[in-house]
């Protein structure tokens, strides 16, 4: 690599081995800047990134929303969210001086001009006082119903134009359908082009999630046995211990299928199951991630009623302590029809992948909190151990388990048979372990923190895009149409079990069975 | 003469062992999740004398990068070759499962240096790729050394206090071959000053105005100049596809040679970064003045950051070939 083959007008002094990526001088405005997700996890992430020094000179963010505050009150507000939700960073009164020097609060209503006019005032003095270039990310963290009016107020004030780049992130749920979906894609079109759109998932953002795809292109040995011909099924994962905890509202309007399968757990199955990329780069590993969606089989009609399975927790009682059911909750009708589990089969019609099912579900308070992906390989096609009775009749004869952690305890595992000790012929599973936090001493960034940069940078790799959004929503309209039809005999799992009884015969049906996580 | 010998594979038997006690011990405890032995490569240290903050620099580099790690000792006390071995262990925060690294200690009588190298290659962990830090002027350029170092895809030294800037590049040039990878903490030193200059023309403002700089100047501070002040200049052309005018000053004293300020000159062009002994930076840019501190780096922080880098590093392999130039 020599320095002077840089494209005229580059920086020459870059050493990507070396150096941290650097973001140019922007601006940050955040709608919904009082929301919990500003709280929990858009200001400390940033805060984090300061920290380690990966904001530029003069980064300011620009919080605006309903409520009257002074800037000092704002950042006594953001301090106290920093100091509570920042799990591995400590608070350096010096740092957040800094910091907070930057951080300006704007109150008003997204359906005001005057809002825009506020906000846009606020740039212009940073632009002249903390030499932001006019770059500006803008950042929807506000409730869905709002984003209509923050772009239409963006595209109306002309905020979405300026000197510098202007950028915009837009939260989940892209739309609560595929009609929806594009129209949100509409109304953001009328004010951004679609490489200004950043339409954030954050399960993308997770190092485990990345680590996917290093696993699968960084190495020859596993890629060429990621196909049909050694693949019996993929399971992936996505269990929450805890129930809708004060989400309820939101929640019986969408349910886990759309909160969580529509989304996350489909880009994960795209990372999984896309073919490589020929650069990694925004646009190659989107592509590839795009075709993968389009490529899910959708189901005919009547095959959702047979096929996908939706559960609801009732009450039960754990470690002495009661838990509500989810008709309980105080925010929740007692007859909502809501899924609260969900798990569904999902086929890849190409030649890669054919014939190879990808069992997803997800959940609410589940057994443990868990996120992972489980390759289960076909059996070996004959096993001399087996008619000597010498494997292990309880453990089973499908060795071979290779399971990507994405949450908690991140690594890799590999599960295979092994002869135990002693004499005569007697095998049993064992398990080579990679644990992603004991082989990297360095902490993991949160995946809000990548992401951020990652926008504020201008690399959209991690980000969905409008092509993909609509695809996986296209997977799971079949669902959601035969599901919005029925009446569900709920609640039909108990609070800590792994699922209504129906998900295991949906999968018993096809000859598998889920694995315990 | 020799030492008496050591016998690799009891080393290696003594280490299994340890596994197996280890592991027995934790799993006897109430709670505990055992040992987790973690190892993605083998560091193997020469060093002589004893040095008590090493220990702890090492310690604290296996929670980055679990290793095997092979401390040779130069030791004038000691009359035979001996081995010894013992477990880096810790517990992170949270956890109930410990994580331990492997550590073997060997002690080399000076006249036995020429038996380091079999017994070093016998304990490599396989497969594996291997670092060697040296620490030690003298084993650097004992001629059984270039041995050991064929063992490694990397090899580690720190040049900051050398006075003959030439004959060590001269010596680092002479151990890189394709296997072989040379890497220097006075250039790692560098890397937060090279970012700050990389930083300053991030701004297309001064990226403009670059074309016109022609004169370097670099301040040191201390007996005689540092490598760094060989390197930084090396790393400017390399980037810059030219030379320029370059001009080294001493201005104070310091106990160890260090690089104190640096200014970039040209007609339309006046950039001066200035790192004073508290680490307290000063960037001057045109007519704008910023300030802000450089981490003090240890050891470990240097280490951390060259053992982070697996493969090449184009940008040092470039500077290494100019900086003959500016010795």
Redesign the interface.
């Known amino acids: 690599m020599l320095c002077w083959f840089q494209m005229p007008g580059s920086n020459p002094f870059q050493d990507p081995v070396r150096f941290q990526r650097r973001v140019r001088p922007c601006a940050l405005v955040i709608f919904g800047a009082n929301g919990d997700l500003t709280k929990r996890k858009l200001i400390p992430a940033l805060y984090r990134l300061a920290y380690e020094r990966r904001l530029p000179t003069g980064f300011a963010i620009v919080g605006t929303s309903r409520t009257p505050l002074t800037h000092d009150a704002y950042r006594d507000q953001m301090k106290e969210a920093v100091q509570r939700f920042s799990e591995d960073t400590p608070l350096d009164e010096n740092i957040w001086r800094d910091f907070a020097s930057g951080l300006f609060y704007e109150a008003g209503d997204l359906q005001d001009p005057a809002c825009y006019a506020a906000i846009a005032a606020r740039l212009d003095e940073i632009e002249a006082t903390r030499q932001t270039g006019g770059n500006v990310l803008f950042y929807l963290s506000t409730q869905p119903s709002h984003y209509g009016p923050a772009i239409r107020g963006l595209a109306a004030s002309g905020l979405h134009r300026g000197k510098g780049w202007r950028r915009i992130v837009v939260e989940k749920p892209f739309g609560v359908d595929l009609s929806s979906a594009r129209a949100l894609d509409a109304e953001l079109h009328l004010a951004f082009a679609e490489e200004d759109v950043y339409r954030i998932d954050h399960y993308l953002g997770k190092e485990t999630v990345q680590n996917i795809l290093a696993f699968r292109f960084g190495n020859g040995l596993f890629e060429p046995l990621w196909n049909r011909r050694y693949i019996r099924n993929i399971q992936i994962t996505a269990a929450e211990s805890i129930g809708v905890e004060g989400r309820g509202r939101y929640y019986q309007e969408a349910g886990a299928l759309r909160d969580m399968i529509q989304n996350h757990l489909l880009q994960i199955m795209a990372t999984v199951a896309m073919e490589p990329p020929a650069v990694f780069e925004a646009r190659s590993v989107r592509d590839e991630r795009a075709k993968l969606l389009r490529s899910i089989r959708l189901f005919k009609p009547g095959e959702a009623a047979t096929h996908a399975v939706a559960g609801q927790y009732g009450p039960a009682k754990s470690g002495g302590a009661k838990l509500l059911g989810f008709r309980e909750d105080e925010c929740v009708s007692p007859h909502a029809n809501t899924d609260t589990y969900a798990a569904v089969p999902f086929f890849v019609d190409n030649w890669r992948r054919a014939g190879v099912p990808f069992y997803i579900r997800t959940g609410k308070r589940l057994a443990k909190r868990v996120t992972d992906v489980a390759i289960q390989y076909n059996d070996a096609p004959h096993s001399p151990f087996e008619a000597a009775g010498m494997e292990d009749a309880v453990l089973g004869a499908r060795p071979n388990l290779l399971v990507l952690r994405v949450q908690p305890e991140e690594g890799i595992s590999l599960r295979f048979l092994s002869k135990q000790p002693g004499s005569g012929m007697k095998l049993r599973p064992v398990s080579m372990d990679f644990k992603y936090g004991s082989s990297f001493g360095v902490r993991s960034p949160a995946a809000y923190e990548t992401l951020l940069l990652d926008a504020l940078g201008g690399d959209a790799t991690l980000y969905t895009r409008q092509d993909m959004v609509e695809a996986s929503w296209n997977a799971v309209t079949p669902i959601l149409e035969d599901w919005g039809n029925r009446n569900f005999d709920f609640p039909n799992y108990d609070a800590g079990s792994w699922g209504p009884a129906e998900s295991d015969a949906m999968l018993a049906r096809r000859g598998d069975s889920w694995r315990t996580p | 003469m020799s030492a008496a010998p050591i016998d690799t594979g009891r080393i290696l038997r003594d280490l299994d062992e340890l596994w197996v006690n280890l592991g027995k011990d934790e799993h006897g405890g109430a709670g505990s999740d055992g040992v987790?032995r973690?190892c993605?490569m083998t560091l193997v240290v020469c060093t002589e004398g004893h040095d008590a903050e090493l220990g702890e620099t090492l310690a604290l580099l296996m929670?980055?990068?679990?290793s095997r790690l092979i401390v040779v000792n130069l030791s004038e006390s000691a009359a035979a070759l001996t081995a010894s071995v013992t477990a880096e262990c810790w517990m992170?925060f949270g956890r109930k499962q410990q994580?331990c690294c492997e550590r073997i200690a060997i002690e080399i009588p000076e006249h036995a240096i020429g038996d380091a190298p079999s017994v070093a290659r016998g304990l490599i962990a396989p497969d594996l790729p291997v670092a060697v830090w040296c620490r030690s002027r003298r084993l650097l350029h004992h001629p059984e050394f270039r041995t050991v170092v064929r063992l490694a895809n990397k090899l580690i030294v720190d040049s900051s206090d050398i006075e003959d800037l030439a004959g060590r590049i001269a010596t680092l040039r002479a151990f890189r071959d394709a296997d072989t990878r040379v890497a220097d903490l006075a250039w790692t030193r560098l890397?937060r000053w090279?970012?700050a200059?990389?930083?300053i023309?991030?701004?297309?403002d001064y990226?403009a105005h670059?074309d016109a700089m022609d004169r370097v100047v670099l301040e040191y501070q201390g007996p005689h100049r540092p490598m760094s002040t060989c390197y930084l200049p090396a790393w400017l052309a390399?980037?810059?596809?030219r030379r320029f005018e370059t001009r080294w000053y001493r201005a104070g004293d310091s106990p160890r040679p260090r690089l104190f300020r640096v200014a970039l000159h040209g007609t339309s062009l006046d950039v001066a970064i200035k790192v004073e002994a508290d680490r307290s930076v000063q960037m001057h840019t045109g007519t704008r003045d910023?300030h802000c501190v450089f981490p003090a780096l240890g050891e470990y922080d240097l280490m951390r950051?060259e053992l982070?880098?697996g493969g090449?590093?184009?940008?040092f392999e470039?500077v290494l070939n100019l900086a003959p130039e500016f010795a």
Request: proline fraction near 12%; hydrophobic fraction near 40%.
């Open positions: 987790l973690a993605s929670r980055d990068h679990p992170p994580i890397t090279r970012e200059i990389a930083a023309f991030d701004d297309p990226l670059l390399h980037c810059l596809g910023s950051e982070a880098i090449e590093d184009p940008v470039a």
